[in-house]
């Protein structure tokens, strides 16, 4: 049996991956659309994205606004502010490493 919050983890520390070549850094944080990201954590259905969600706000795996999973973000390129989820890459590192980190026993 596996532990809910090990698969949150894992998954992720997968996203996050696959993001990062997919988006730039802007000031500690992955701005990213926000299809690409609800498509990402609804591949796999261990529990529900609402739920997910929830987790990432609670473990400041994102940076929200209040009753929602987005924020607003002034586009360069567009010119206009657009919602996009905005990924905290400080804890992104922060998990990653804590997770690669061997127990020595």
């Given at each position: 049996?596996?532990?809910?919050?090990?698969?949150?983890?894992?998954?992720?520390?997968?996203?996050?991956?696959?993001?990062?070549?997919?988006?730039?850094?802007?000031?500690?944080?992955?701005?990213?659309?926000?299809?690409?990201?609800?498509?990402?954590?609804?591949?796999?259905?261990?529990?529900?994205f609402t739920?997910k969600i929830?987790v990432y706000?609670?473990?400041?795996?994102?940076?929200?606004?209040?009753?929602?999973?987005?924020?607003?973000?002034?586009?360069?390129?567009?010119?206009?502010?657009?919602?996009?989820?905005?990924?905290?890459?400080?804890?992104?590192?922060?998990?990653?490493?804590?997770?690669?980190?061997?127990?020595?026993?």
């Amino acid at each position: 049996m596996t532990n809910i919050l090990f698969l949150i983890i894992m998954e992720y520390i997968s996203i996050v991956k696959q993001l990062k070549l997919m988006y730039s850094l802007d000031n500690e944080r992955l701005i990213v659309e926000r299809d690409t990201f609800k498509n990402m954590l609804e591949r796999y259905p261990y529990t529900s994205f609402t739920k997910k969600i929830k987790v990432y706000k609670d473990l400041n795996f994102i940076i929200f606004d209040s009753n929602n999973y987005t924020m607003p973000y002034k586009d360069k390129e567009l010119k206009k502010t657009v919602r996009r989820v905005i990924i905290n890459y400080k804890t992104y590192e922060t998990i990653s490493e804590l997770y690669s980190e061997a127990i020595e026993e």
